[in-house]
């Protein structure tokens, strides 16, 4: 062992040392304990999400959102991300419909508006190993889709800084998933759901099979399968997506441009360029002044997804009460994208001496010469080769989880052993990739009539197309291992009369990545296709504690503390206190400080990427009269990880009132606020973009073509080239600071003999939102924008009758500027306007025809409610998830209990 890593080990053992004779002088938790007088009467202890010390579940110091299975039938959901996307306090970063992402075919959720890094995912309380591909090529993160939604039996959210309880990534908060236990029987459940418009189908059957009661036989063994079957999306099917020119809501025309048979432009002397002869579309003139061929090939929107996953825990009690037990879980996700035609790389240049090809547009070494084509001028093609086909991409993950142990009594104390072994495989291929070297040349030879391909020809030879594709095979492991040790007692020892709670643990873990990019695409020989790779690994000690103490009759408090020491970087240590004061039976004050920590993710670490940014190049557009959306480019960007990164850090408050006047009545209101520094990101490729010239060094980090003296001939003010490459490392440069609050109001009112009304409303209001893009700059808002809306709501309201329920649910976001970030540089026009909000209603009826069967129906956006469209240059899209914005969704849910 290195001496670094003993010194750490040894700091580690010493935190815990410190933090075991402090927490036994002050401590705390919330828990409420019954007098040990009366054993008999003693209320059930559970460990609720955010402590491990078991205790009346209930109202407590931090907030704790808790989904029942009852709600998760009745949310239409189908997956897990669709569960959480209906939340106001959850913010959905990937909904497993994205084609241009790193991560595609993953499913990701974040708490706060922060990135889902921040977010700890948990199944059972126990971690899983991150998604094989980075979001973003940094943020690293569980994907939801291997959770099976019809295994579930809770979600527990809680929206808190966790670090002192669960270590890095508890930022923002905690989502834990919980699966049944000790459950006999048999259960078997279908879904089927469908778009009115005749896509997007879903179907989903699952079977929960339980042997044996823990308690009367000594043993439970359950089994769970799921298996869905969701088809694609199609644009032809809905009327808002049919035609993709949004220049009716003051964006682009994003009508296809380089299919059937795409366009051409004389590189050297500035003008617009000319549609190739023979376009089976419409020849018109772009944003850009170029007379283009539109076509508008149907699009598939969403993935084609296949998912199948089998869970068993078993569980065999010995003698003495102490019990071992083991869980297995296996998931396979398959996700198939058909996206568009392969196309040249529109930053090639032909040369055009000596050409030969007759009759065409006037090309150099021609007699006609009408369109400016000059012998000795070099050629941009803008041409799909359509006669591959479409590409399809296919992302295969396999997800393997193994946990096993012993948990029983050690002196009286509820202690614990486990190891958990995850692991994430994943396989991208994705056919018709242009191989960059063959199609250039084979391009530059059919352009000089030398027999390559030609682009004026609709009808290449198959073979000589086949030449030039390549299939792209990116493969990736995820893997996290942990050991884990715990013990807690809810009676340390008495004070005022009361129990004080005490709990700790150690834990040893060890997660990998490896990242293998395809060959081609590390090369850069892939026409514009970017790559990730990453090959990391580190190991983590920690140790932790948490008290619960009754300070007095009506006031508990929760201690908590966690030593971290990393391979990587070193140490980190985290305290926790909370408080929970009721002054009356029906009135609840709670607050809490703490501070977290998230480490470097692996690939921050050490990845290697070239991705395609979305960026404004003002001081091109200007001179060319571009304006909003017209001025949208897309360069390669340079991403570069960085070994020397330290952990980001955080302060965590929240302090709230919960109120229950009469019974049927309850009323939260909590006020948060993070204090985030040394934040990992990559520089801004906007903020880089538009400060080239004002901020030294930032002109190195931008790459540009040569200058085009005609072009510039004719547009005064043009000095640039065009934009070709980004680099932006990663480092510790932000600071972040959050604050807002949630509130939370429940009402039933009763109707007598006729049932019962149901009512919650439930908003998310965001007070501030700053956060700072290099280390000498302070925190500037980036609230009331596209992607960090000022609120959310939801508000339901329920008729129940016996055992039968009709519900209505409204969703609603936030009106925003027409910004994705105030600190890009806009257009006046767009800066100044804004993006409705955006409220879409949920129905469902749900009866329990019989005490064996249940049966939902319901229809997800019941009043086909429109999409939201923004037209800024770095956006330039409809806002909402395609989960919503395909219309109304109708469905069907069964569970029969045998």
């Known amino acids: 062992m290195k001496l670094k890593e003993k010194q750490g080990v040894l700091s580690v053992r010493l935190a815990l040392s410190v933090l075991a004779g402090f927490t036994l002088l002050s401590g705390a938790v919330q828990a409420q304990t019954a007098t040990s007088s009366d054993k008999t009467s003693e209320p059930t202890k559970v460990v609720i999400t955010g402590s491990n010390i078991a205790r009346i579940a209930g109202e407590g110091a931090t907030p704790v959102e808790i989904v029942t299975r009852v709600q998760i039938d009745r949310s239409g959901a189908s997956t897990v991300v669709e569960l959480l996307s209906k939340l106001p306090s959850i913010g959905v970063q990937l909904d497993g419909n994205s084609k241009s992402s790193f991560a595609g075919g993953a499913a990701s959720v974040g708490l706060r508006g922060l990135d889902p890094k921040y977010t700890l995912i948990l199944l059972n309380g126990r971690r899983l190993a991150n998604y094989g591909f980075a979001d973003g090529a940094e943020n690293s993160f569980v994907d939801l889709n291997t959770l099976p939604l019809a295994a579930l039996e809770s979600v527990e959210i809680l929206r808190d800084g966790a670090s002192a309880i669960y270590g890095s990534d508890a930022v923002a908060g905690v989502i834990n998933f919980r699966t049944r236990t000790n459950y006999q029987g048999l259960e078997v459940a279908g879904r089927l759901g469908e778009n009115i418009k005749g896509d997007g189908s879903t179907g989903n059957i699952s079977a929960t099979k339980g042997w044996g009661d823990i308690d009367a036989d000594g043993y439970n063994l359950l089994l769970s399968v799921d298996a869905l079957k969701r088809n694609s999306l199609r644009s032809s099917k809905h009327s ?31 003008e617009p360029g000319y549609a190739i002869p023979g376009c089976k579309g419409q020849v018109g003139k772009a944003d850009t002044g170029d007379q283009v061929c539109f076509t508008n090939p149907e699009r598939i929107l969403t993935p084609s997804i296949q998912r199948f996953g089998v869970s068993t825990i078993v569980t065999k009690r010995l003698g003495g009460g102490d019990e071992l037990f083991a869980e297995l879980g296996l998931n396979r996700n398959k996700s198939s994208y058909q996206q568009g035609y392969p196309s040249f790389s529109s930053q090639f240049l032909v040369p055009t001496a000596g050409t030969t090809n007759p009759g065409v547009l006037g090309l150099p070494g021609e007699t006609d010469t009408t369109n400016g084509f000059t012998p000795g001028d070099r050629l941009q093609i803008f041409h799909d080769i359509t006669e591959a086909g479409r590409s399809v991409q296919t992302i295969t993950n396999t997800t393997a989880r193994v946990v096993g142990g012993w948990r029983g009594k050690v002196q009286g104390w509820d202690s614990e052993f486990a190891v958990n072994l995850n692991q994430s495989k994943l396989v991208d291929d994705t056919t018709n990739g242009v191989l960059k070297d063959i199609s250039n040349d084979l391009l530059g030879k059919g352009v000089l009539g030398k027999g390559g391909y030609d682009p004026f020809n609709p009808a290449n030879s198959l073979s000589m197309v086949q030449s030039m594709m390549h299939t792209i095979h990116h493969a990736a492991t995820s893997r996290l291992g942990t050991a884990e040790w715990k013990m807690s007692t809810p009676e ?110 692996l ?37 570069k990880g960085n070994p020397n990164l330290k952990p980001e850090k955080a302060k965590n408050y929240s302090v709230g009132i919960v109120l229950q006047p009469v019974k049927d009545l309850v009323m939260s209101l909590d006020w948060y606020g993070i204090d985030q520094r040394d934040t990992i990101q990559a520089l801004d490729p906007q903020y880089v973009l538009d400060h080239e010239d004002s901020i030294p060094g930032f002109a190195a980090l931008i790459g540009r073509d040569p200058r085009n003296k005609a072009l510039e001939a004719t547009h005064p003010g043009l000095n640039k080239g065009r934009i070709n490459n980004i680099t932006t490392p990663y480092s510790n440069v932000g600071k972040t600071k959050i604050s807002g609050f949630d509130m939370n109001l429940k009402y039933d009112l009763s109707l007598g003999a006729y049932g019962k009304l149901r009512f919650n409303e439930v908003i998310n209001r965001t007070l501030k939102f700053d956060q700072s893009i290099t280390p000498d700059d302070a925190p500037v808002s980036r609230l009331d924008s596209i992607y960090h809306p000022r609120w959310s709501n939801s508000f339901s ?37 804004r993006i409705p909000s955006y409220t879409v209603w949920d129905l469902n009826y749900s009866t329990k025809v019989n005490p064996k069967l249940t049966v939902n129906v319901g229809i997800n956006n019941a009043f086909d409610k429109a999409m939201v469209y923004a037209n800024t240059a770095n956006v330039n899209t409809y806002v909402q998830g395609l989960n919503d914005v395909v219309g109304r969704y109708v469905y069907v849910n069964a569970r029969y209990a045998f």
Do not use: M
């Open 603 to 639: 690939p921050e670490i050490g990845a290697t990427t070239t991705a395609y940014a979305s960026v404004a190049d003002w001081a091109r557009c200007g001179p060319l009269g571009y304006v909003g959306s017209q001025c949208a480019y897309s360069p390669k960007q340079y991403l």
């Open 240 to 270: 808002a997506l049919a035609l993709p020119d949004y220049r009716k809501y003051g964006g682009t025309n994003k009508l296809a441009t380089t299919s059937f048979q795409g366009w051409v432009r004389d590189y050297d002397n500035g």
């Open 797 to 833: 309201t329920a008729y129940e009758y016996g055992t039968s329920q009709f519900s209505a649910t409204a969703r609603t976001a936030a009106s925003t500027l027409n910004i994705d970030d105030p600190t890009h540089t806009q257009d006046a026009a767009v800066t100044n306007a």
């Open 492 to 601: 340390l020892f008495k004070l005022q009369d009361r129990s004080v709670g005490f709990a700790w643990g150690a834990q040893a873990s060890h997660e990998s990545i490896d990242d293998v990019p395809d060959d081609q695409t590390l090369a850069g020989n892939i026409v514009d296709y970017g790559t990730t790779g990453s090959v990391a690994s580190r190991t983590l000690y920690s140790v932790y504690g948490e008290l619960a103490v009754p300070l007095l009759a009506n006031l508990d408090a929760q201690v908590a503390a966690r030593a971290d020491h990393y391979s990587d970087f070193g140490n980190s240590y985290n305290p926790k206190l909370a408080l929970a004061w009721r002054p009356t039976e029906t009135v609840l004050v709670r607050g809490s400080a703490t501070t977290s920590f998230k480490a470097p993710t």
